[in-house]
């Protein structure tokens, strides 16, 4: 407890004990101790036996002088650091050196820690004992860690490992949340408030101002994307270097070539938009890549992968492909469309880019606009075609039935281009907010094969299961529920247990909708089997005991959400005055 004392040429316990134990009169001795060691104030000893009096012991007397003093002292080493004095380091630097041999002792241990807290540089034989010291290390603050961090990429990534599986966790959970609504779904936090997120907060405070921490950050994260290629890695590469700019940390954002393109997309998300103005920024920031920097396009493709980047572009595509039809225009002839693709095409590219290290934008497939997506904007102009046949009266009505084919070239893009199939599942999502039941059985069956089983990804998953509760009372439906399970989700639940996962996520919000045979063969079907998770069973053994318990209460009817979801239906070959007024409701 009070080692290092002899260093600095003050008595112990130790010292104390030899006294006691070679003198003669102990009483004299612990006198002379007293005298000695006490504090060396000579007024102070005709008052101390009032205390005596008082039934003060000397040792709360001492110790309270003491608290007292440390306090005084730890406020005038932050009033040196803070100063302007030339030499207020030095004269830390002194204090350091004359107090360390303390740095044990619990009482004096915060004042040697403060001095380090404010040093902007400590001395390297001081922080190699802090590093060899479990304890010291554990105490002393991040001002100090970060000098020990930069030089110890080891020792650093086992600081931010468990904060990076905390956060892959987070995302992941928030996935197969028990919650399914098409108004709060994993895309719904603003940007700002996931930067509040706590592993983002203490990654930021870890790294500080130290770009060369940042930049093992930023390596870590390309790494375990590398490793893993999952993309919640990207978000969070975008959400720290945000985090940073919310803090005016100049020393990172001036050095980090995406800062401007970021905080330009971050916008975007914010809005869930990528409008003309800032599509030309972004345009800009692309098209600036510099000859011999082609590396930047590494790191913007990653934040381009980020979810909530790729959510963004892409719900603008479909915007942008809304407009197009309201104008009888083609997708080749808009330039904002176009940059859109072209943004899909790299972050979807990231993962490719960074393991070849063949920094270059993927070429894009211009069949993408000039087939995939005049065959995508045919099915939504066959969709219309039918329901204006329906609204005529009947003796104009035709023999015109709603086509349950889709063109191949449709089907063939989402199968073999990603950027194609992307649009393609957002485009599943856009009908599914309108409660297009006949196109959602049109086109569901056809998500059983895309490029790289894209649909039965948890994040399209997550809204699909999101958006199906619009069309609840449609389940009641056998024709329905076939399109949704057997054509779509049961072709691939056996072999991927996540779609199991997103299957009971759905029943357990929806049950009560399903028609009861149809529901009593899921049951059959769905039971999870011995190796399943514990996820799994639980979601099961839930559903289970919520049918149990419906049988004996009828259920209570659902009030329909209004929704206000940023993408109107637009009229398509309307008179010249609906067209304006349906662009314009877009806007």
Known sequence: MFAGLPELGISNGEDLKETLTNCTEPLKAIDQFQMENGILLPTLQSALPFLDLHGTPRLEFHQ????????????????????????????????????????????????????????????????????????????????VKRQIWQDNQALFGDEVSPLLKQYIVEKEAA?????????????????????????????????????????????????????????????????????????????????????????????????????????????????????????????????????????????????????????DALPRDSPDLLLLLRMLSLGQGAWDMI?????????????????????????????????????????????????????????????ENRVACEIGLYYVLHIAKQRNKNALQRLLPALVDTYNDMAFGDIFLHLLTGHLTLLSDEFGSEEFCTAVFDNFLLTSFSSKENVHRHCLRLLNHLHQKVLASYMETLMKTLEPPKQSSESVKDLYTLLKEKLEASKKSPPEPEEAPSLDLGLHPVTVFGSTTTTKTSVNKLR
């Not at 709060?184 to 940007?191: D, R, V």
């Not at 970021?262 to 914010?270: E, K, N, Q």
């Open 64 to 143: 309270s002088v003491f608290d007292e003093l440390r306090e005084k002292l730890m406020e005038r080493v932050a009033t040196i650091a803070e100063g302007k004095d030339e030499d207020r380091y030095i004269k830390l630097e002194e204090l350091l050196e004359k107090s360390f041999p303390l740095v044990k002792m619990p009482s004096i241990q915060p004042i040697i820690m403060q001095v380090l807290k404010h040093l902007p540089k400590v001395p390297e034989k001081k922080l190699k004992q802090v590093m060899a010291d479990k304890e010291l290390y554990k105490v002393c603050a991040v001002e």
């Open 175 to 327: 996935l197969f949340s028990s919650d399914l609504s098409v108004l709060h779904n994993f895309f719904s936090p603003s940007p700002k408030t996931r930067r509040q997120g706590e592993v983002v907060l203490k990654l930021t405070q870890m790294i500080g101002k130290n770009v060369k921490l940042y930049d093992m950050v930023l390596q870590f994260l390309r790494t375990l994307f590398l490793r893993t290629r999952n993309v919640h890695y990207c978000t969070l590469r975008a959400e720290l270097l945000m985090s940073l700019h919310d803090l005016d940390i100049s020393e990172i954002c001036s050095v980090d070539p995406c800062h401007k393109f970021s905080w330009c997309l971050d916008a975007c998300i914010r809005e869930k938009f990528v409008d003309a103005k800032r599509a030309r920024e972004l345009q800009g920031f692309l098209d600036g890549v510099k000859k011999g920097q082609e590396q930047v396009l590494g790191d913007l493709s990653m934040i381009l992968c980020d979810p909530f980047a790729c959510n963004t572009l892409v719900l603008s595509t479909v915007r942008n492909l809304q407009e197009l039809l309201s104008q």
């Open 355 to 415: 393991d070849s290290q063949v920094f270059k934008e993927p070429r894009m497939d211009l069949e993408v606009v000039t087939r995939f997506l005049p065959a995508m904007m045919s099915i939504v102009v066959d969709d219309y075609t039918f329901t204006v046949e329906q609204k005529l009266p009947s003796e104009e009505k035709s023999s015109l039935t709603y086509p349950t084919t889709l063109p191949e070239t449709f089907s063939r893009y989402a199968q």
